[in-house]
């Protein structure tokens, strides 16, 4: 039994709301009452009880005309009803079921009748939201499945990608420094490693089995570290980027910033066309650091917008270079930021380009509330 329910009485008859408040009061029950159909909508409206008990004989509007009204509102059709009925009206209990009823106690009441049907419908209700609820978070833990398989595919094929066009250059008659370049596969193979790393802890952060572990992050370090990773893949499109970032800590977890500041880096550097130019700044914002990732590329159209951190959304676009992704890569970075108790945004307008940011705490005191959850 549920103590904390609440029950509204309806009835015309003060005897019987003094029997049925008295039974029920004991049993650890919150009452409302009504002592008509009309006063029961306005009492109903301010608050939605949990069960209610509806005399079938009223004036100006019977029970049958309250449950029917009650059914036909969206807001208030889950409401289990019980009608209480005289024993001489037990014969429209049919009608009562018909109209959407749950059940029916007969008067002069039975306290232990009463309390057990009372009860029984309390559980039942208890029982529906919490299947209701249980089946929501199994389709939110498909959709992280969904979610999750599919950012491997995506990160992987920006990671072979790159390493693609490195080996491409260094089997062509490309006159090119092939120590260089094999020192930059090296660094690509061993950020695929720490990618498959990250990949599983973002998992294990959908299930509630990781948890940011923040510490003070010297910026700059992370920044030129994702910027020689993604050397190769801005060669190829000749387009410059440029970092105006000397110094700035931020109060977060080292691997997911890593991932946040090159998937944002390599969106960035998908969506410009040859001989464009990505630019990275912060600033320090109250409490907070703000990281700017500002590109030359195509833009976003504002209806999509909304659609880029959204993973019951699919929207997916290719690069100006026809490079393919899922359109997950930014749902990982709005979690990965979140969990660190930042925020993420973008302002783009069509054929001016785009800029992400990032916001993250300055240091554990931040305003900025961590989110372990």
Not at 30 to 53: E, M, R, V, W
Not at 92 to 99: R, T, Y
Not at 353 to 360: A, E
Request: glycine residues 8%.
């Amino acid at each position: 039994m549920n103590q904390s329910s609440l029950i509204l009485i309806v009835d015309d008859n003060p005897h019987n709301l003094k029997v049925l408040g008295n039974t029920l009061t004991k049993m650890g029950y919150n009452l409302i009452f009504a002592k008509s159909g009309a006063q029961a909508f306005k009492t109903i409206l301010k608050k939605t009880p949990d069960l209610i008990l509806l005399d079938v004989m009223m004036p100006e509007m019977d029970g049958f005309e309250v449950c029917r009204r009650l059914k036909e509102n969206a807001a208030f059709a889950k409401i289990p009803v019980i009608f209480l009925t005289a024993q001489t009206e037990k014969e429209k209990v049919i009608e009562g079921f018909q109209l959407g009823a749950v059940d029916y106690v007969t008067k002069p009441f039975n306290a232990e009748e009463l309390i057990t049907r009372v009860h029984t419908h309390i559980k039942l209700k208890a029982a529906e939201a919490q299947l209701k609820e249980t089946v929501e978070q199994l389709r939110q833990a498909n959709a992280t499945k969904d979610k999750f398989f599919s950012l491997i595919a995506h990160d992987l094929g920006n990671l072979f990608n790159g390493l693609i066009g490195l080996t491409e250059f260094l089997v062509g008659d490309y006159k090119v420094d092939k120590e260089q370049f094999m020192q930059m596969i090296l660094q690509n193979s061993k950020i695929g490693q720490d990618l498959l790393k990250n990949l599983l802890e973002w998992s294990r952060l959908q299930s509630g089995r990781l948890k940011a572990q923040p510490l003070s992050l010297n910026l700059k370090l992370i920044v030129d570290n994702n910027l020689r990773l993604l050397s190769a893949q801005a060669m190829g499109k000749n387009i410059k980027i440029f970092s105006s970032i000397e110094k700035g800590n931020v109060f977060a977890d080292e691997h997911m910033v890593n991932t946040v500041i090159r998937n944002l880096l390599s969106n960035a550097i998908k969506f410009t066309p040859q001989n464009g130019q990505v630019e990275i700044s912060s600033q320090e914002q109250g409490t907070e650091l703000e990281i700017s990732i500002k590109d030359t590329g195509v833009g976003i159209k504002s209806q999509n917008l909304d659609k880029l951190f959204r993973i019951d959304v699919s929207h997916s676009t290719k690069g100006t270079a026809n490079e393919r992704g899922t359109g997950l890569g930014l749902i990982l970075c709005k979690d990965f930021v979140e969990s660190n108790g930042g925020t993420i945004g973008v302002e783009s307008e069509m054929g001016k380009g785009s800029r992400f940011y990032i916001r993250l705490p300055i240091n554990s005191t931040s305003k900025s509330t961590l989110n372990q959850n």
